[in-house]
């Protein structure tokens, strides 16, 4: 027995050094300029992932990221402006930050911008766009910006009431797994009757055959460059 404690308490003896080893060399990486170090170290920070929680030490790697565009890395430093995490809360810097990862594609930031422009935070209340920016996420595939384009749609929100077109993109959320949009589709299928249900399950075609092209667009420039 006592030798068996003395293995266990060697293994993760062995394994702390190890991990702070990566730590470690994450840090230095990091230090370097690495911007994906930093990027990572942020979230370390961010979650407490092997250190100590500390969300403004997360803002400040993140920062260094983010100003080397990394887009994952602003549409992060948006999110804690919005929220107040590591940083005041600033609405104005976070739809800038949203802006800067939105316009590299990242789903998260253009839907979340749209959403700052469909309250008027940090930038003018502006509907067009507002379902602009919510949409290109929802073309991105971003289960959360297809549901929400549903709720636009079907309630009229920052854009004209449409009930099909709102079913139809309740279809695709649902798709997705999203549990809401499955019980959003069935009100929304008793709203407009079977006629209505079908044109919506059509014109749910009619999108994925977009958001497939635009997949294929995606791919295609990538792969050029």
Do not use: H
């Not at 798709?175 to 249900?197: F, L, P, S, Y």
Request: glycine share 12%.
């Amino acid at each position: 027995m006592k030798n068996g404690v003395l293995i266990l308490s060697c293994t993760l003896f062995f394994l702390g050094i190890g991990f702070a080893t990566e730590r470690e060399q994450l840090e230095k990486t990091a230090t370097q300029g690495d911007a994906t170090a930093q990027i990572s170290l942020g979230f370390r920070y961010y979650n407490g992932d092997g250190v100590p929680k500390d969300k403004a030490k997360a803002v400040e790697w993140f920062r260094k990221a983010a100003d080397q565009g990394m887009a994952g890395a602003q549409m992060m430093l948006g999110e804690m402006y919005a929220t107040g995490a590591g940083v005041p809360k600033d609405n104005v810097k976070a739809s800038e930050w949203y802006r800067k990862a939105a316009e590299q594609g990242d789903a998260g930031a253009q839907s979340n911008l749209g959403f700052m422009y469909a309250k008027g935070a940090g930038v003018p209340k502006d509907a067009t766009k507002a379902v602009e920016w919510i949409r290109k996420a929802a073309v991105r595939r971003d289960a959360g910006a297809q549901f929400n384009l549903g709720v636009m749609y079907s309630e009229g929100e920052c854009v004209a009431k449409d009930e099909i077109e709102g079913l139809a993109w309740f279809n695709i959320a649902a798709a997705a797994g999203g549990a809401q949009a499955v019980k959003n589709r069935g009100i929304a299928e008793a709203r407009v009757g079977r006629d209505g249900t079908l044109e919506a399950q059509r014109r749910s075609r009619e999108i994925l055959k977009e958001i497939e092209a635009a997949k294929a667009a995606r791919a295609s420039i990538k792969g050029s460059q």
